[in-house]
């Protein structure tokens, strides 16, 4: 019992906690790859601690959506943490809450909370980017549920530490044509949800701008809130990535060496930022109306594979 | 060595080319597609006639290598305008003419799954009936690439799409029947004649306007 509550704090502080640090190394590494010295790795902690100490404006005429979303948003991505294996594989205290649909949706729950906030606001350009997003998560959504069936299709459960343990004690269910397709969808959504560069470049530009826009309005605590739940979402994003999909060995769950999953797992979001600066420096932002085509493709391979998989049974 | 997952990823690979043709935008790009296509399909026969120690399948693949490969990708390729690279086709709605092809794709599965495998003899090696999906697929994809597009390029290119169909059921098919192998002679005899023809003519099709008094 005693090892059950220290696992479950050590996955939920670490996640909170790191998230904004892998942004960090994220950044860095371009940098350095672009000839830049580039910021400090713990940018970001700067950033939300600088924030944290600013003047909050809010909006003429917002309600009170706009002031509490985003902590409902954050409170929303902390139970995320809980439920699906971030670090720990094995299933900790608030993991019978949800499965992976449920992780699916709150995902899902928690990006329409904060669109309507964004609404709330009452500024055009947020509304702009709003309908762009409404109008692209349309296949988004619809192409992670789906990845998401195709992996409880191989499997027979939708437990993703049932997932997890499956991969890892059968290498040959990593190399099935229907596991590399669905890893490869859930990446194409994974540099989407992120807003990484084919799709989305950072920084507050209103012309390609489709999730900054969510944060167009805030500023002081709200935006530094919405800022570091944005890190976390990316972290539990490319967690699940790495250790359902990608790279599931390694991870140990027996009770002194749980601590030892914290720097597996460092290394391991090294390898997948790694994979995502390839693509951000080599591939030129797409235009937007063709994010739909991106979005199709990433579509199109988890309903085949989620058929070939019943197929080929 | 299991030989069974290997038809199977040439045969996902050869319905990922399909849907790879049907994104383009770039007349170009279609006809490499075309390519890729075509060597995939050669390489099955070949994957299947060093399983099955068969010499037809062999000769079949060499034919599909020559003909499909190479003739008909170098014949449409003359047949292109000057600055070939830029040719492309206007109002093509990649993601809607994806979310109808997997439409289409989910009921000719189920349909061919539940009236056709009961009384088709599938090939032994693959040991599993699914394998002839491929083709039937391939096909379906091939008529949808005609009935979607108005250039003139993309329906040929559509129309080897479905031959190729063809080829890949007589492929996955045991005997190869003789009937087959014939009809991919003469296909290529027809299509180059005929492309050759209406190439010439015009690059564009429109709906019925051929038929129109």
């Known amino acids: 019992m005693l090892t059950l509550i220290l696992e479950t704090a050590v996955q939920f502080i670490f996640v909170i906690l790191s998230a904004p640090l892998f942004a960090g190394i994220f950044a860095r590494f371009k940098a350095r790859v672009e000839s830049r010295r580039g910021p400090s790795i713990f940018q970001p902690y700067y950033d939300i601690f600088k924030l944290l100490k600013k003047e909050t404006l809010v909006p003429d005429g917002s309600s009170i959506l706009f002031r509490y979303v985003p902590y409902v948003a954050f409170g929303v991505y902390c139970l995320i943490a809980l439920i699906i294996p971030v670090l720990i594989p094995v299933p900790i205290i608030f993991t019978a809450s949800a499965d992976f649909l449920g992780g699916a949706i709150l995902f899902s729950f928690a990006a329409f909370l904060k669109m309507a906030a964004a609404m709330d606001s009452g500024s055009n350009l947020a509304a702009m980017g709003v309908s762009r997003l409404a109008s692209f998560n349309f296949l988004g959504e619809g192409a992670l549920i789906t990845v998401f069936i195709a992996v409880s299709l191989i499997t027979g459960t939708d437990n993703p530490y049932t997932t997890n343990q499956y991969l890892v004690s059968n290498p040959s269910a990593n190399i099935t044509l229907v596991h590399v397709f669905a890893t490869l969808a859930f990446f194409m959504i994974f540099l989407y949800e992120t807003g990484k560069i084919p799709l989305e470049s950072s920084g507050l530009q209103e012309l390609g701008m489709i999730d900054e826009s969510l944060n167009y309005e805030y500023s002081g605590r709200l935006l530094a809130v919405n800022k570091w739940s944005s890190y976390i979402k990316q972290y539990l994003l490319g967690s699940v990535l790495l250790n359902v999909f990608l790279f599931p060995w390694g991870l140990f769950s027996t009770s002194p060496y749980f601590l030892l999953d914290i720097p597996v797992m460092i290394g391991k979001w090294l390898l997948l930022i790694f994979i995502v600066m390839i693509i951000e420096t080599t591939l030129a932002k797409v235009r937007l109306f063709k994010i739909l085509d991106y979005l199709a493709v990433a579509f199109t391979f988890s309903i085949l594979f989620l058929l070939l998989s019943e197929v080929m049974h | ?213």
């Not at chain 2, 075509?38 to 060499?62: C, H, M, P, R, W």
């Not at chain 2, 009935?147 to 190869?176: C, D, H, K, M």
Request: charged share 15%; glycine share 4%; net charge negative.
């Open chain 2, 1 to 213: 060595m299991n030989y069974d997952s290997i038809v199977y990823l040439i045969s996902a690979s050869i319905l990922v080319s399909a849907f790879y043709i049907q994104g383009q935008r770039y007349i170009m790009s279609m006809i490499r597609g075309q390519l890729v296509q075509s060597v995939l399909i050669a390489v099955a026969s070949f994957l299947l006639a060093y399983l099955e120690s068969s010499t037809d399948l062999l000769i079949l693949g060499l034919l599909i290598l020559i003909l499909r490969g190479v003739l008909i990708t170098y014949m449409l390729e003359t047949r292109m305008p000057s600055r070939k690279s830029y040719v492309f086709e206007e109002g093509v709605n990649v993601p809607y003419l994806f979310l109808v092809d997997l439409v289409f794709i989910v009921i000719a599965v189920f349909i061919i799954y539940s009236i056709i495998f009961s009384s088709l003899v599938p090939i032994s090696q693959p040991g599993n009936s699914s394998t002839l999906l491929f083709p039937l697929l391939l096909f379906f994809q091939g008529l949808f690439l005609i009935t979607s597009r108005r250039s003139t390029f993309t329906q040929i290119v559509g129309y080897v799409e479905e031959e190729n169909g063809l080829v890949l059921l007589a492929i996955f098919l045991l005997p190869v029947p003789i009937i087959i192998e014939a009809s991919v002679f003469l296909d290529v005899l027809a299509l180059v004649v005929i492309s050759s023809v209406i190439t010439v003519e015009k690059a564009t099709h429109e709906r019925m306007e051929e038929l129109r008094g």
